[in-house]
């Protein structure tokens, strides 16, 4: 059951010269699920379709349990697979459509029986086993496709958005059957979605993907604290981080960042953690800016006006401009309910200096 | 409004069933009440000696009128029967692997094979027709049910071909990428997923090729010399030069040729119009 | 590291290659023998002299077939009575469909079986079609007779299928009776593409029923006249079995394809029936192409 899934340079050039994915390193160890994520048409669900083998690979390698896979059709590579709509076969009780890929294998009945009526009871499906697709919600089909693929006792789960089609609230109760389910069996599994909550809440390692080029391969928390670039940054975390263009200063001994009439002094041991900052001293640079690090206590004050307020209940999201120019960049920022901010009017809020990300202004890599 | 339109609907229905109506009528009548002047609408003494005289094949006199030679009406029905069934067979197992072909695998030239097929639409048979002649004769098929049953596969597997296409290109392909994932060939997964996703298609392709051969006329007029293959509608044709003053009988013959279509169409009415209308 | 270059030709991938061909084979091959090759050959014929059989060396023609067959009395004839049939046969077609189709439209109690029942005419052979036809247009025992005597607009019995006018416009009319069916699911189709919302907005700016028709239906319409015209006329030119099995190869009511039936194979003369057998193809093909243009025209 532990095993792995290995990309090696995988890359998919279409005809007519278009490169879905390019280079491609990957490799999701024994157990592990890990999730790719990105925006539409970044490319994941090529790769995942080239390691299902359902998509030519041009060039580099797949392994699964290092065996090479790349070229064998997708019977032969020992995986399953839950699809965005469920592809449930129509035509087939529920039953059959999870032993079909068992018979197809030749087992003998008696095993077929005893496997499927297992993970029915695991997935709550015993009691549909004789129903047929069409008679079925939208969430129990999905568990179906789920059962379908965990009878096969493969090297390798692979999962193409398969909570993109449920409601808001069925997707958050799959989301924790699937994860559920995934360490019972125990199988490495790649899970692609574009929705980066699930993401970060389902993947032991999350890989980001933007136009066919892996931006950064990390733990959630990796990924939220250190971004590799500007659009990583943006990518992860809900609302996404504000990122404005600004100057860097010299502000006495230290640096501090300027944008659209605020002014911000840097704390001492952000400008020594990061040298590439002096470097650029003078010279524009990217802001980061998580709409939760607004509103600390102890943080700089800025200068705001409240173009838009609103009210969660539980929290406040304000849409603020620096109050120099307020057709300057709109900040997002999420603050605590008690907060005296009236829509309209001008403001203080406070920032956590030391949660600032800076981003080079040309590249977008991280400083 | 509301009367015109009810009127409208009447005309319609009379319109549409009136003749086949008028038909059965006049099958139930004697011949000497149809000869009569003026003709009687509503046979006074209603018989079934016609349909006795067709389907028993007897030989022998009729409502009192013409002698009519048995065995063969049976006979061509069981032609058209068997000639259309199995052309729908045929076809259907034809057209459903070049659509699945052309619409989901792709090879090289399937663009060419599809642009050949498309165009035989326009061909019109009778241009083939003389020429087809002379193939089967050459091939000893003339005047037998194979013979047609081949002649029909060609002719109705272009239109077949291209309906069953448009369905293959808009089902979900999912199901089928299941299939090899589970395990499947490629025409594993083709028999044992795709074919009964098109099920529905399947069905009213197989109706409309059934309607048309069952009325086909022209091809088996050339084609066919004795009983052995001739199916109802040529058969038809020769009763009304045979028996041009035995309307009855010539009426039940007709009768009995469009019972099949009918009983096809009005059973599988949604279907069909559903292709029909959606092709159009 | 761009080690690893794939070879064209994954397994599976060569598994769909050999398996598309393998599949499309028998369709294409029913297809090349029994219609392709059968016109490349009746083609051959028809620039092919008539040979011995007609006093004649035989040898390729060239055109000749094709302009004796232009030339001949008989065969202008059948292609003035074509004509005829084509624009009477389009004409009701068009009108009656768009009548049908509109009184159909809108869900109606029993609009089912009305639809079933529509469908009927078309699913019959139409060799049956004619034979229930018969009935009505017998010079003694037709129904037609009687009733036009009965109300006195006649007073003796007319022999309608020996008569000019008369006998195309009751072969037309069975003609028409199996195609109307299509004509009008072709109409019904298109009315459903319009818009419920088009006719509420032309009802707020102030539009009758008829004018509604008039303004909003009939030009929204208008690429299922396109289709309806070219079906219609498709099937009218190629009119032979009602014409056969009501008036066999009677001269008054000979149509191209009744003519070339004749010629063919009736007396025999090969080169001269498809020569006039390719002729009227290429006419349909030309329709074949005006559907397209109009159509493409109809869409944009």
Redesign the interface.
Known sequence: MSGTITL??V?KQFPGGVVAVD?LNLEVEPGEFLVLVGPSGCGKTTALRMV???E??????IRINDRVV??????DRD???V?????????MTVRNNMA??LK??RMPRAEIRRRVDEAAAMLGLSDLLNRKPRQLSGGQRQRVAMG?AIV?EPAAFLMDEPLSNLDAKLRVEMRGEIIRVQRRIAAPTLYVTHDQTEAMTMGDRVAILSDGVLQQLGTPEEVYDRPVNAFVAAFIGSPSMNLVDATLERDGDGLAVAFAGARIPLAADATSARPGLAERAGGPVKVGLRPEDFGRPGGAPIDVHVTRLESLGSELVAYLTPAGATDGPVMTARLDRGEKLEQGEPARVTVDVTRLYFFDAVTGDAV | MRLLKLIAIVLIVAWSIGPIVLGITTSISTQREVNSIPTHWVPQSPTLGAYRALLNGSTGQVSGGTVVQGGDFVHAMTNSAVIALGAAALTLIVSTMAAYALGRLRFRLSGGVLALLIGTLVIPIFVVVIGLFQVMANSHLIDTKRGLILVFVATQSPLATWLLYTQVREM?H??E?????????RW?AFV??VV??M?SGIAAVAAIIVLSVWGEFLIPLLLTTTMNAKPVTVLITEYVGKYTTNYPIVAAAGVLALIPPAILALVLNKRITGMLAGSS | ??????REG????R?AQVLGWLFVAPAVAAVVVLILYPLVTGFKQSIRSGGFLFGEKPGYVGLRNYKDVIHDPTSQSAMRHTVEYVLLAVSLEIVLGIAIAVTLHRVFRGRGFVLAVLILPWALPSVVSGVLWRRVFDPDNGMLNSVLMQLHIISHPQVWLASGRGAIFYITLVHVWGVLPLISLIFLAGLQSIPDEVYSASAVDGATPWRQFRHVTLPLLRPSIAIALTVGTLLAISIFDEIYVLNGTALNTRSILIQVYNTTFVEADFAHGTALAFLLAVVTAVFGGLYALALRRATV
């Open positions: 090696e340079s890359t280079d299902a083998g359902l030519e690979v041009t060039s580099g390698q790349t070229r064998l059709p997708p019977r995986i399953a697979m699809f965005q709509n469920y592809a449930l076969y129509a035509h079909f890929g197809m294998a379908r096969r | 979900p999912e199901p990428e299941a299939a090899l994932i589970d395990g499947c060939r594993q044992r997923v009964p996703q099920s | 590291m761009r080690a690893w270059r794939n994954d397994r599976s991938a598994e």
